[in-house]
């Protein structure tokens, strides 16, 4: 129930609290170390992150979010639908963005999918497990960073998660 997830919560760091160590990121280790690391559907995913980032971040943290966005891209598409990772530099932040060809996310949800416990209305709880605190933990981190995080989503095309963290040198 919500009780135990609140434990799962306080347990693993709060809710999207970044009390890790920040350290330089470079070359969008972070967003490779997810794709590279021992997902059984990783060959569904490709990845750009060729340009070479820099600032301070929680490594793990952000590791964290893209691994919950891929593993969230993964669970709502259907079985040979890609899901694409890229990382780049803009102006000011260093982007991330998740995006699959999934079930997609109702207009009247999109608002509320950052919020805990929040299930979109066409998520079938028998085919995806889940209790809802994934993407509240995402925007914590984010926000714990100076960042931003959101979601562009059309139902049965699929969603693209963005998130945007500033360049804050050491």
């Given at each position: ?109 999109v608002p509320h999918v950052f919020e805990r416990f929040h299930r ?51």
């Open positions: 129930g919500r009780r135990g997830a609140e434990r799962w919560v306080r347990r693993r760091g709060g809710e999207g609290k970044a009390a890790g160590r920040r350290g330089r990121v470079w070359g969008g280790a972070g967003v490779r170390s997810v794709a590279e690391g021992g997902w059984a559907e990783k060959w569904r995913m490709t990845l750009d992150a060729r340009e070479r980032l820099s600032g301070s971040l929680d490594r793990r943290r952000i590791e964290q979010v893209v691994d919950t966005l891929v593993e969230n891209g993964i669970k709502y598409s259907d079985d040979l639908s890609p899901v694409e990772v890229n990382a780049w530099r803009s102006e000011n932040d260093i982007r991330i963005s998740v995006r699959d060809h999934g079930i997609g996310i109702p207009v009247t949800d979109a209305a066409n998520v079938d709880a028998r085919r995806y497990a889940g209790i809802g605190l994934g993407l509240y933990i995402c925007r914590g981190i984010a926000h714990e960073h100076g960042g931003r995080i959101w979601v562009e989503s059309t139902v049965g095309e699929g969603s693209t998660f963005h998130v945007a963290l500033p360049v804050v040198e050491e």
